[in-house]
């Protein structure tokens, strides 16, 4: 049941009116139901979420750009039709987070203005490069295993169509991890210096994984507040921890080391133990300084204006279909 299902009472005004609805609101999110697009809901609750889904919509776009790198690259047509498929994903993923952004007042065409003005972030692991072919194996291993870590919980977020939209998304993300592990699990029976690539690779991407779960706990302002409203479902540092310990035993497996000295199991906890990332090097990221942010943007925009008149054909199209 949503907030407009409820049974209406009398119908109070003002202040008496703005607590009902508040009442009711918070009664959605205590029995965990969804919030509904024209349902009421508190404007911390709307912008918090346009800026989780905005970010989240972005970074899919974005994250078209590492892996889009190597199609005309890749060794055999066969990984040629795999990564085309998975970056097509990619988009899709993105379409379908900006229609449920779109859903709380905000447009397409606005979204993708703050995103090449810089006026929204989209995830860090996407300022880093993909200096080889093994990097394809290791998004959809690692970067893609984050991903699903820190989704699956939110298909039960609060808001309806950013819930729907994930459990969408979820199912893809689960075939574009089981590929890259399957691509460097073929890289792996290779020759030697085919397994050097694939270290090395893993070695570039383990931290800037374990980033995508955003800072530690103690320094994420939104966590609180994003849970209590159950948008988020689980901590960062919760998620991180998931991560570290589903990862650990699939490295084990496909022969490959983490960088990580810290990185033991805890059997007291009954979780690995692992060392902090580089903060510092996150922060810059986020602020717009690592080392692929610039060329990720200036591609967008590109993009964005090279794109104007295929808009501005479809406007004008719609416009007379609707006169006649
Ligand atoms: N990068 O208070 P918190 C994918 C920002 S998966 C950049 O903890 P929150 C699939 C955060 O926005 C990747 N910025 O924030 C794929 C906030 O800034 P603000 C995308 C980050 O929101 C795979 C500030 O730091 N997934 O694309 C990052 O409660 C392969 C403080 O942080 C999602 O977006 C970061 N890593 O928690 C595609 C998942 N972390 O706005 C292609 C949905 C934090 O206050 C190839 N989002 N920040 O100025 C979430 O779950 C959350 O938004 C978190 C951050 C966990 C990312």
């Known amino acids: 049941m949503s907030v407009t299902d409820q049974p209406e009472a009398e119908a109070p005004e003002g202040l008496e009116a703005l607590e009902a609805l508040e009442a009711q609101f918070e009664a959605v999110i205590a029995r965990s139901d969804r919030v509904e697009p024209r349902d009421w809901m508190p404007d911390g609750y709307r ?3 346009i800026r989780q889904v905005a970010q989240h919509a972005h970074s899919e776009i974005i994250g078209m750009q590492p892996e889009g790198g190597w199609i005309t ?3 055999s047509l066969r990984r040629k039709a795999t990564l085309l498929a998975k970056v097509q994903d990619e988009a899709g993923h993105g379409l379908y987070l900006y229609s449920a952004c779109e859903t709380l007042g905000v447009s397409r065409g606005e ?3 703050m995103l090449i003005e810089g006026k929204q972030k989209y995830s860090s ?10 990097d394809v194996g290791t998004i959809g291993w690692l970067v893609d295993g984050a991903a699903i870590c820190n989704q699956v919980p939110l298909c039960r977020t609060s808001y309806g169509p950013y819930g729907r939209a994930m459990i969408r998304i979820c199912k893809e993300e689960s075939f574009h991890q089981r590929q890259g592990y399957e691509l ?3 890289m792996m029976r290779g020759t030697d210096e085919q397994r050097a690539m694939v270290q090395e690779s893993v070695d570039r991407f383990w931290w800037p ?3 995508m779960f955003g800072p530690p706990d103690d320094d994420s302002p939104n966590t609180a507040q994003s849970m209590a409203w159950g948008i988020k479902r689980n901590t960062n540092d919760d998620l991180r921890q998931r991560f570290v310990d589903m990862s650990v035993p699939q490295a084990e497996a496909l022969g490959v080391t983490f960088p990580d000295p810290e990185l033991r199991w805890n059997a007291g906890r009954g979780h690995y133990d692992f060392g902090q990332p580089d903060w510092e090097e996150f922060a810059q990221v986020v602020k717009g300084d690592g080392p692929c942010n610039a060329q990720r943007i200036a591609h967008r925009r590109r993009a964005h204006e090279d794109g104007a008149w295929v808009r501005e054909a479809a406007s004008a199209f719609a416009a007379k279909q609707a006169a006649s």
């Open 111 to 113: 979204l993708t203005e």
């Open 73 to 75: 690259r890749a060794p």
């Open 47 to 49: 912008r918090t979420l």
């Open 184 to 186: 460097l699990m073929a």
């Open 125 to 134: 692991i996407f300022n880093y490069p993909t200096l080889s072919y093994a």
């Open 209 to 211: 994984a374990l980033m």
